[in-house]
């Protein structure tokens, strides 16, 4: 949407702000002709489907239309309320050197029935020479060649946001989700949430495009989860309390060993090692690199002795051992069902130095 | 006592051979062990021709020459080598195979070949570290043997200690594999349980094994009990605490435990040292028992392997474990078996409740303050979370 500043109120300038969905400051233009000395602002009664109120800050009317986007910040589908379906907009209109911002509720025909919130911004806060000071939200698809897991047995969406740089890290979505919009969703009502409770760290149930997301948040980070299976929800839990502790950079670097760790959580039955395994998955390499023995004239002793305490077979011990070949690499994606065993034998062969 | 004794030698002839054809099979190898060691370095061709000490002193760059006059003995009273006035010289061929005994595990015939082969070092002033380099492997993988298993069943059956619940240290635990098979053997029985007074312990110097003994417990249960991790995982709190400690110096209060055990642990130490430490930490009326070789049955040759290591004796006699066991509040002393078997059982006299004649004030955690009531005072949920004390702290 735009915003009309009339001259005197920033400067002797009348320009026009435009927002984006979020109320962030996109830009400004000058307006190349003006009619009259100040732009009377539209009442509701002259347009049609225009919804009018007054601002809860200053009382001036103001309007928007519920069929152009143009018109207001965002809008948002809330809860049926007795049979009539409810929809939540935030319009802005500039007021001295402030920008105010109101949050109210129609109903689907455009009737104003009521104010949420407002608050007012500082017009200096968005504008500096005219230009945008906020940071532009970037989509973040990971390493080169990253692509995010499409489906997961328990987990519809998971999403790793960082606020203060304004990034989002897509881990598990289907094809068709706009990450984005979902992210700015996601912490637009963090912000709102944040007003109400102290303390939202841990596990808040938020509804979203008509879709229940936990979220968990620690410093800047959010982590974003649509949980399928709400059994699922205690293990995943313990999990994301610590996942979303993780420095996004070092999220964003371990996006692969992260994949098959979510993967390794579709395992049929949970078990009290999980959570050890789900991070040594994360963050152990030694599952994906490849391994040399300090000893290389013992390694048929150590082969043997490998073989009967884990059964397991030459064909994967033998490359292994020799550094031919790394875990992953002999195993592929057996590795997730094999992975408590596989770290023990790694720890077996670490625990006594065999490594160089 | 005299049954279990025979409970304790049917235990070692499960082992499968004659204990004499054993013990002369292991006395073989440890003896063909030392000459291949010092015929590497050139000894015997050395001795072709008589040589003065002195001479061969040179040869060998000896700078310890107590050790060497016990080598020069050995190798005399054992006829390797004959003397002729003040010159030594060649007595017979020098095999170049060891033979291997049956029950040596490939791992434990690799340990003491490296040991034997550190000797003439040794002589010359360089000790080897009892787990450098593929010994942690070794020992780790020998710890584990069917040998080591069947002398520590050995002394169960003797000591027979573990139809009651207990506060349980294994000295020199290693890779805890038999602490393990110890604790098993009390969960079998059912004494781990809320409020009894039952908890075991181990400690080691080594930090590798430590760790070993410390990461792969609920492992090692899994084999002995076919039990899952997870099933086995539930019963964390009565885990055996595992930590650094040397049996020298160990890091417990005076008279903390009922049973004290240390197999095969004390030629690598003072061994006098070692015994009163373990009665000192051993509540009165308590029991220290173990395995042990001792003279006049041990190998000398056996008994020069130990020499290498830094602070190890090596093997001494069964009568100055009886000698040093009664000066120090041991009420008997018994022995049996030549692997051997030792029972050592502190008097209950209340004079001999915290001997303290070698404790470092350093090393003593305290976990009951009140030492007027060793027995009574420990706080088993304390006992549970027991603070770790390393030596050097």
Redesign the interface.
Same mark, same amino acid.
């Given at each position: 949407m735009f915003v009309d500043v009339p001259s005197k109120l920033i400067c002797e300038h009348t320009f026009q702000v435009f927002l984006d969905k979020n109320g962030v400051v996109r830009g400004y233009q000058r307006v190349d002709f003006q009619v009259g000395k100040q732009r009377e602002i539209p009442q509701a009664e002259s347009r049609q489907n225009l919804t009018g109120f007054r601002c809860k800050l200053c009382d001036l009317p103001m309007n928007f239309q519920i069929d152009d986007e143009k018109s207001y910040v965002f809008k948002q589908r809330m809860d049926d309320f007795l049979g009539s379906a409810l929809v939540k907009y935030q319009v802005a209109h500039v007021e001295g050197n402030e920008m105010h911002l109101n949050t109210v509720i129609v109903d689907a025909t455009g009737e104003f029935l009521g104010h949420i919130d407002a608050y007012a911004v500082p017009l200096s806060e968005f504008l500096a020479d005219g230009k945008v000071t906020m940071n532009e939200p970037n989509l973040i698809f990971g390493p080169e060649g990253y692509v995010p897991l499409k489906t997961h047995k328990f987990l519809e969406i998971l999403l790793f946001l960082n606020t203060k740089h304004a990034r989002i890290l897509e881990l598990i979505s289907p094809g068709s989700l706009n990450i984005v919009e979902v992210g700015r969703l996601v912490e637009e009502k963090v912000q709102e949430t944040k007003k109400i409770y102290l303390n939202i760290s841990e596990n808040v149930l938020l509804n979203i495009a008509d879709k229940n997301f936990r979220i968990w948040i620690s410093g800047d980070n959010i982590l974003v989860a649509s949980i399928n299976t709400e059994g699922f929800l205690a293990a995943f839990d313990m999990i994301a309390k610590q996942l979303v502790q993780k420095d996004f950079e070092e999220i964003v670097e371990r996006t692969e060993p992260l994949k098959i760790a979510l993967k390794f959580l579709e395992k049929p039955q949970s078990?009290? %090692?999980d959570l050890h395994t789900f991070f040594r998955l994360y963050s152990d390499d030694r599952l994906f690199s490849r391994i040399r023995v300090k000893?290389p004239e013992?390694i048929p002793?150590?082969l043997e002795?490998l073989k009967k305490e884990f059964k397991t077979g030459s064909e994967l011990l033998d490359p292994f051992l020799n550094g031919q070949k790394s875990l992953i690499e002999i195993l592929g994606s057996d590795i997730i069902t094999r992975a408590w065993e596989l770290f023990?034998l790694i720890?077996?062969i670490d625990?006594? %130095?065999?490594l160089s | 006592m005299a049954f279990n004794g025979t409970k304790a030698w049917i235990e070692l002839m499960k082992l499968g051979r004659s204990v004499g054809q054993l013990r002369k099979d292991i006395d073989d190898f440890f003896k063909g062990n030392i000459l291949s060691a010092f015929k590497k370095v050139g000894l015997f061709s050395y001795l072709q021709i008589p040589r003065h000490k002195r001479e061969i002193c040179d040869f060998l760059h000896v700078t310890d020459e107590d050790l060497f006059s016990q080598v020069l003995a050995i190798f005399l009273k054992d006829k390797v080598i004959k003397q002729t006035r003040d010159r030594y010289y060649l007595n017979q061929k020098i095999s170049d195979s060891v033979p291997k005994p049956q029950i040596f595990e490939?791992?434990l015939v690799e340990l003491f070949k490296n040991y034997a082969a550190a000797l003439p070092g040794r002589l010359q002033g360089k000790y080897i570290s009892f787990s450098s380099?593929?010994n942690?492997?070794d020992w780790?993988?020998a710890l584990t043997s069917r040998m080591y298993t069947q002398i520590r069943k050995s002394a169960f059956a003797f000591a027979n200690v573990t139809r009651k619940p207990a506060y349980f240290l294994d000295v020199g635990c290693g890779n805890g594999h038999a602490t393990s098979a110890i604790w098993f053997e009390y969960f079998r029985r059912n004494h781990f349980q809320d409020g009894k007074r039952m908890k075991i312990f181990g400690i080691d110097p080594d930090e590798?094994l430590i760790?070993?003994a410390q990461?792969?417990f609920p492992?090692r249960i899994s084999k002995f009990s076919k039990m899952d991790?997870?099933e086995i995982?539930k019963h964390e709190k009565f885990f055996p605490h595992f930590q650094i400690g040397d049996v020298q110096k160990i890091p417990f209060e005076d008279n903390f435990f009922d049973v004290v055990y240390a197999s095969q642990v004390l030629h690598w130490v003072d061994p006098k040292k070692a015994l009163l430490e373990m009665l000192r930490v051993t509540r009165p009326g308590g029991k220290i028992f173990g395995t042990e070789n001792f003279y006049p049955a041990a190998n000398v040759y056996n008994d020069l392997h130990f020499k290498v290591v830094e602070g190890a004796r090596g093997l001494f006699w069964k009568k100055e474990l009886v000698k040093w066991g009664k000066e120090c509040g041991a009420k008997s002393v018994k022995i049996v078996t030549p692997i051997s078997i030792f029972l050592i059982e502190k008097r209950a006299d209340k004079r001999f409740a915290a001997s303290t004649p070698v404790r470092d004030i350093n090393t003593a955690p305290t976990i009951s303050e009140d030492k007027t009531q060793p027995d009574m005072g420990v706080d088993l949920q304390k006992a549970n979370t027991f603070p770790r004390v390393r030596h050097g702290e």
């Open positions: 078990s009290s %090692k000893y013992n002793r150590i002795r023990e720890d077996f625990r006594r %130095k065999l | 490939e791992s380099g593929f942690l492997y780790d993988d590798s760790n070993i990461g792969e492992r991790v997870d995982l």
